[in-house]
């Protein structure tokens, strides 16, 4: 015989006063994020159990989440793929380990319910084995998002500043300069004298700048190269 069910009155139900806000802070991460799979996703902000997304959120522990919605262009598919707030949440977690093993790497990917063929082909783009050094792996996520060597180094700089969104998007110059020459090597048609003649200029004008590089730095750079 069934039990009965548990009857409560309003006296007895107490909610926390600070669960509406975590709720709707949550509520607001998967807005912005927008994931295919929501409930992948919802697991994979803590790995394995979904009460630890609060948890992580009281420790200040890198998550799956934008920081703000992406519109999709009106040629693309909501389910295009990689975008610079999703490269963006993957540095997040990833950077601080410096060489990230790929089978971390392609959980990290799943959670984001991004495809595993884009994985794959970016993997593909140099001899990794089954360690990537995380910045190559950034360098080449935004070369995908790029399609052009400036354009790619652009989204490098809009992942990588600390500038406020919508500012000079300044980045170090050793930085900018060895994800740079990594990507003309990866290139393979761009000159090395061309690639060094190219941050010389940018070095000079980032030693004007207490050595950094800005997005204007380059942007207007007249070159037929890129």
């Known amino acids: 015989m069934p039990l009965p069910e548990t009857m409560f009155c309003a ?4 909610i926390p006063p600070e669960l509406p806000d975590i709720l709707k802070q949550f509520t607001k991460a998967a807005i912005r994020t927008q994931p295919r799979d929501v409930l992948r996703w919802a697991a994979a902000l803590c790995g394995q159990a979904l009460e630890r997304y609060f948890s992580a959120l009281s420790k200040g522990e ?3 989440v934008k920081e703000r919605m992406e519109m999709p262009l009106a040629t693309e598919k909501t389910d295009a793929g990689l975008t610079p707030g999703l490269l963006k949440i993957l540095h997040k977690q990833l950077s601080p380990k410096g060489m990230v093993n790929v089978a971390e790497l392609k959980e990290k990917w799943k959670h984001l319910c991004l495809p595993e063929e884009q994985l794959k082909a970016i993997l593909q783009l140099d001899d990794f084995g089954e360690e990537v050094e995380w910045m190559k792996f950034l360098a080449l ?4 998002l790029g399609g052009s060597l400036l354009s790619s180094m652009k989204h490098a700089c809009e992942i990588l500043t600390r500038d406020p969104e919508g500012g000079a998007a300044r980045v170090p110059f050793e930085t900018f ?10 290139d393979g048609e761009i000159p090395e004298e061309k690639t060094e003649a190219f941050l010389h200029r940018i070095k000079e004008q980032a030693d004007q700048q207490t050595g950094m590089v800005l997005l204007r730095n380059f942007l207007t750079q007249p070159s037929t190269l890129f």
């Open 11 to 14: 006296q007895q139900i107490k």
């Open 62 to 64: 890198p998550l799956p």
């Open 141 to 144: 996520g935004c070369s995908v």
């Open 177 to 186: 300069s060895f994800l740079y020459s990594y990507l003309a090597s990866i």
